[in-house]
């Protein structure tokens, strides 16, 4: 039984892809991490970032090399920059060619961490189709500061301000996406609004996310506790 479309092309009932999106700080990794308990594969992204200490699952490209894969529909993704000069921002994929090999797997469950700024694009549900698209944000931008302390992370003022401007921004992207194409499989969940206690919004964001892709509870339960 086929029952849903990723890059134009039907998945098996035991394949699944999973796109988390949003802004740096919202639990996202940690999400994804956990979903490996129940045979999902965060799939390598493809940036053209400079490597940070504590990188994992990333390929590192230039960005003519990046440019070339999205204009050449090799890449699935998104460049914040201008592409015409390749200048200012970065871009973040993932290698198409890559993503249909793992989906020859007929139990292949995909992790993505496409970037919100995609909802913006006019193609993004046909590239994405009706697979389960979770957008995680912050109902208060300072919370990302709160975020980045807890983690023992210092950041300089004008970082601070650029993040807090980037929620404010992806945050709108979601609402203006949720209100202008109604995709049923998409779904924003706010991650500051489970109460202060981070370790027990922690949980009950997970407890959100687990809901969405039908993981159940009792199963959900018992792996949170290890």
């Known amino acids: 039984m086929k029952y849903k479309e990723f890059l134009g092309q039907s998945l098996l009932a035991q394949q699944d892809v999973v796109s988390l999106l949003g802004p740096s700080g919202t639990g996202k990794s940690f999400c994804a991490i956990f979903l490996e308990k129940f045979g999902y594969k965060i799939v390598p992204q493809i940036t053209t970032r400079k490597p940070r200490p504590d990188d994992k699952h990333y390929t590192y490209v230039s960005h003519k090399q990046f440019v070339d894969g999205l204009n050449n529909g090799k890449i699935l993704g998104y460049y914040s920059g201008d592409i015409k000069t390749l200048s200012g921002g970065n871009g973040y994929g993932y290698s198409i060619e890559k993503l249909k090999e793992l989906l020859q797997n007929p139990t292949a469950k995909l992790i993505l961490f ?113």
């Open 114 to 226: 496409p970037s919100a700024y995609e909802l913006q694009e006019s193609d993004f549900v046909k590239k994405y189709g009706n697979t389960t698209k979770i957008a995680i944000t912050f109902l208060n931008p300072y919370t990302v500061v709160k975020r980045a302390q807890y983690a023992g992370k210092v950041f300089s003022s004008d970082e601070i301000l650029s993040r807090i401007n980037m929620v404010k921004e992806l945050t709108t992207a979601m609402n203006q996406y949720a209100n202008r194409v109604h995709d049923k499989n998409f779904h924003i969940i706010l991650s500051d609004s489970f109460g202060e206690n981070r370790q027990q919004s922690e949980k009950e964001q997970l407890k959100q996310v687990c809901k969405l892709i039908n993981i159940p509870t009792n199963q959900f339960e018992e792996y949170f506790k290890e």
